[in-house]
């Protein structure tokens, strides 16, 4: 059974500050890797994709990926309340066409 | 261009009765994904399909459930019958080829 694990939160952080959102995956094979934000009653929008070790940078947004530790993190930089939503992290493993999420961090940026 | 398109927006019915959700995925993509969201269990992939045709069902709870895709712009989902059980959001995704998935709106079912 695939998992996909997260912190569900509430993760607070004040306007400006930078949010870090963590995430472990149990398939060692897993091949890409997304994050998707889920404003309430909204549905999932993707935001990052990242396919390989190391950074990925877009705009205030920056995905990490350590495939030896199996883990996978969204930092925020410079905080909005705009920004407070669930963030899903999603992984899909070799030869499949799977997604399968997290439950979610909610994040909420305090004015 | 328009994004994925899921009819009706909201469902109530009773216990019971069929439902039936309905999708239109964006034009040129060739993947398609029923997806039922709950606060317990999170976002849960039913079924997909890739150019119309069903590759993986395991995620559908049980015989109650079914999905079509008789062409490469509408798929529907069907239950019947429905169950309390079955009150959650389905969403319907698409994607070109196996990457990226973009979300249609949902439709949120209440069962009675």
């Known amino acids: 059974q695939k998992e996909v694990e997260q912190n569900s939160g509430p993760l607070s952080v004040p306007e400006g500050a930078i949010a870090s959102l963590n995430c472990t995956y149990s398939d060692r094979v897993s091949q890409s890797f997304f994050w998707y934000r889920q404003y309430s009653g909204k549905s999932p929008e993707l935001i990052m994709s990242i396919y390989s070790n190391g950074d990925k940078e877009d705009g205030r947004f920056t995905a990490q990926l350590n495939k030896a530790s199996q883990y996978v993190s969204l930092l925020i930089r410079d905080s909005q309340p705009s920004d407070s939503a669930t963030y899903l992290c999603a992984v899909i493993g070799a030869g499949s066409y799977q997604l399968t999420f997290g439950k979610g961090t909610k994040l909420s940026v305090i004015p | ?112």
């Open chain 2, 1 to 112: 261009d328009a994004g994925v398109i899921q009819s009706p927006r909201h469902e109530v019915t009773e216990m019971g009765q069929e439902v039936t959700l309905r999708c239109k995925p964006i034009s040129g993509h060739d993947y398609l994904f029923w997806y039922r969201q709950t606060m317990m269990r999170g976002l849960e992939l039913l079924i997909y399909f890739n150019n119309n045709v069903p590759i993986d069902d395991s995620g559908m709870p049980e015989d109650r459930f079914s999905a079509k895709m008789p062409n490469a712009s509408f798929s529907t989902l069907k239950i019947q019958p429905s169950e309390p059980r079955d009150s959650a959001v389905y969403f319907c995704a698409s994607s070109l080829q196996e990457n990226e998935q973009f979300f249609g709106p949902g439709t949120r079912l209440t069962v009675l």
